[in-house]
């Protein structure tokens, strides 16, 4: 393999030698090896010539004069058909590995020519065809090939689409003729070649209806699998098409059962092709509309005025909204695909050792999910497990310092909406072992800096949930690098729901880690805590219900500890609104100096109420011994005395005793202070 990567290191007879190695009659390992040693050939002479600025690419130019005799002697060879077999089969491997050099070679001088010779030299030869086929089907797929492609060529591919005696030729040809489709439709975009844009629906779907029925009728007798399966992965991208297919459940019960049943998995080349192949259909067919960001919608915008100023019409139509692509169809055609069996094809795909298989995995788990009501389902076929394997898969879970691939996010997001809306023991198994893995790619998806607002709002919730299963969860999330300092961060975010998540999150951290509680008001640090509880004492008077329940069911728990007691005593000292905002949770009554006319009066929440009581009943426990006379000075302009009085008498509601009893304790505590000192 090291000599495989040094031109200068092989000989002429060698090379030949790898270009026999691709002929369809050799044994499928040695291809595959053949593969291997191209591909390190390749790659070996870019490493060692890479491209200058402004220059051309004196890689691609080496590999084309190492390889265009070797194709060329071949494919212009009348005599011997087996020559031409294997050059074609050679260039169409070549395209597959160096693309480039390929393309090069394909636009030289009667190159082409050469190929249309061969087709009328031997016009019965279904290896020369066959062959053809899928060295056009490669050239198809860039731009610069399809330039080339003579009518002749393009008419002969929908005679061989249309026959019914060879079917491989027959599957061949109709990816041929999709590419040339799909390539014209790209191009008509850009505005190369407008005229054909009109013709690209009708004749993708007249193909698309071929190999539906080459799936469903000739899967069994069919070699090149993988050629009508690529074709329907190009062609599932279009919405008509989708539709079509997601609508055909006899369609999709045959295709998913190409996908082997037995784990683990063959990880031969074909095999694997063919199941991503697969994955991509059940992707196109679950993708939903992206959701544009701001900046995302006005990027789009500046892209459609470059393109408008570029061509005769300038005016900037928005692209309008294709009724097969909105969420409601796309929810139903998830559930046609996971009615037909879906699910079963994405756990076999799991224990495959492909990246690019693990990471299409990630996207179409997150399409299903996205409908709360597939998310049962997939916990009840694997799925967790599924998404976990891909995830732990990856080179970022060996260290703990390195980040994790932007391509990992769409499964982590798809293993925390699981988490949010399932308990953790159904979605990871009664052992804390998984749920302890899964914190660390869950903190990693707040924390990235691609992540979207949404993606670290639902990794936020996806915390929470576990922060409640143990103490052991909560330790870890809370010694996770970085991640409190987010989370904090995130408190003050004006998104609603984001700053909700956030104060939920670092609430039952509080509750549960050791890490947490000293962060708040544990430590002896009394300066270092004001600040944060200045914060939680903010977001426990904030309009939003749920928010305000969170932080000061935090607080309620922190001032358990002195230290955080002392705090908060002393932010009161400090702007005289800490006593009065913890007094307006038990009677939303109380007002302080900054309200505005609009602040209307609510009726009191028991929970707001409850820990409301406790945190006061926390910091006039005589035990912690807090300045006497400023203490009840502060207590005296809050009026807290009124507030007790007010709840127990029952004005502000009838409480049980959760509620009444600790009450009756800050009242007396309160009572105890207007005593005078004893001398």
């Known amino acids: 393999m090291r000599k495989s990567q040094d031109v200068a290191a092989f000989l002429p007879d ?19 090896k053949a593969y291997l040693v191209l591909s390190a050939f390749c790659q070996g002479t ?53 693309w480039q050099s390929a393309s090069c070679i394909f636009a030289q001088d009667g190159v082409v020519e050469y190929v249309t010779d061969a087709l009328d030299l031997f ?52 990816i041929s003729l999709i590419k040339l489709s799909r390539g014209a439709a790209t191009d008509a975009s850009e505005g190369t070649d407008a005229s054909q844009a009109a013709l690209t629906t009708s004749k993708d779907m007249e193909l698309a209806n071929l190999l539906k029925g ?61 199941l991503f192949g697969i994955l991509l259909i059940i992707s196109n067919l679950c993708a939903y509309r992206p959701r544009l960001s701001q900046e995302d919608a006005q990027v789009a915008k500046l892209k459609r005025m470059a393109k408008a100023g570029n061509g005769p019409n300038k005016t900037t139509p928005e692209e309008p909204l294709n009724a097969l692509e909105d969420d409601a169809t796309v929810r139903s055609r998830c559930r046609q695909a996971l009615a037909s069996g879906a699910l079963d ?15 299409a995995l990630g996207k179409i788990y997150l399409s299903i999910v996205e409908d709360k009501d597939n998310r049962g389902k997939v916990l009840q076929s694997g799925g967790a497990r599924s998404l976990s394997r891909v995830i732990q898969s990856s080179s970022y879970s060996t260290s703990s310092s390195t980040p994790i691939d932007t391509s990992l996010l769409p499964a982590i997001q798809a293993l925390a909406k699981l988490t949010i809306t399932s308990s953790p023991l159904q979605v990871f198994g009664p052992s804390d072992g998984a749920m302890l893995d899964a914190i660390r790619p869950l903190s990693q998806l707040l924390l990235h800096s691609s992540s979207s607002l949404l993606q670290q709002f639902e990794a936020l919730m996806a915390l929470t949930n576990l922060a409640s299963q143990s103490t052991g969860c909560a330790d870890r999330i809370s010694s996770a690098p970085h991640l409190l300092n987010k989370v904090e961060l995130l408190m003050l975010e004006d998104h609603t729901l984001i700053r909700r998540a956030a104060t939920e999150l670092i609430c039952n951290l509080i509750g549960g880690s050791e890490t947490a509680f000293s962060r ?6 009394v300066h270092a805590t004001k600040s944060k509880l200045q914060v939680l004492l903010a977001m426990s008077d904030m309009d939003d219900l749920p928010t305000r329940l969170a932080a000061s069911g935090a607080l309620a728990t922190v001032t358990s500890a002195s230290t955080a007691c002392q705090a908060v005593f002393e932010l009161q000292l400090d702007r005289h609104r800490a006593f009065a905002i913890i007094a307006r949770l038990i009677d939303p009554s109380v007002t302080l100096e900054d309200d505005g006319p609009d602040d209307s009066e609510e009726a009191g929440n028991p929970g707001l109420v409850h820990r409301g009581v406790i945190c006061l009943r926390h910091i ?10 400023s203490l009840a000075d502060e207590v005296e302009k809050a009026g807290l005395v009124n507030v007790m009085a007010k709840l127990l008498k029952g004005e502000l509601g009838s409480f049980d005793t959760a509620v009444t009893t600790p009450a009756a304790e800050v009242l007396r505590y309160l009572i105890e202070l207007r005593k005078p000192v004893s001398s």
Request: hydrophobic share 40%; aromatic share 6%; proline share 6%.
């Open 345 to 359: 094809v994405l756990s076999v795909a799991s224990g495959v050792e492909s990246q690019g298989i693990r990471l």
């Open 620 to 629: 006039l426990d005589p035990q912690y011994a807090l300045p006497r006379i």
């Open 520 to 525: 708040y008001g544990g430590s002896p640090d």
């Open 214 to 274: 080459m799936v469903i009728s000739d899967k069994d007798s069919l070699s090149s699998l993988n050629d009508v399966v690529e074709g329907l992965a190009y062609l599932s991208v279009e919405p008509d098409i989708k539709h079509a297919l997601a609508n055909d459940p006899k369609f999709l019960q045959q295709l998913f059962t190409l996908a082997p049943r037995r784990k683990p998995l063959s990880t031969s080349t074909n095999n694997s092709s063919l």
């Open 123 to 174: 016009p019965s030869s279904a290896s020369v065809a066959l062959e053809v086929a899928r060295m056009i089907g490669q050239a198809s797929g860039h731009k610069a090939c399809r330039a080339l492609i003579p009518e002749e060529i393009v008419t002969w591919l929908g005679n061989k689409s249309r026959q019914a005696t060879d079917k491989n030729l027959r599957a061949a040809a109709a």
């Open 46 to 98: 870019r490493s060692q010539n890479p491209q200058e600025s402004g220059s051309k690419n004196s890689a691609t130019e080496i590999l084309e004069k190492v390889f265009q005799h070797l194709i060329i002697t071949r494919i212009s060879n009348h005599q011997e058909q087996d020559d031409i077999v294997i050059g074609l089969s050679f260039f169409s491997a070549l395209f597959h590995v160096d």
């Open 14 to 32: 060698e090379l030949s030698y790898l270009v026999e190695a691709f002929a369809p009659s050799q044994p499928e390992p040695s291809r595959s």
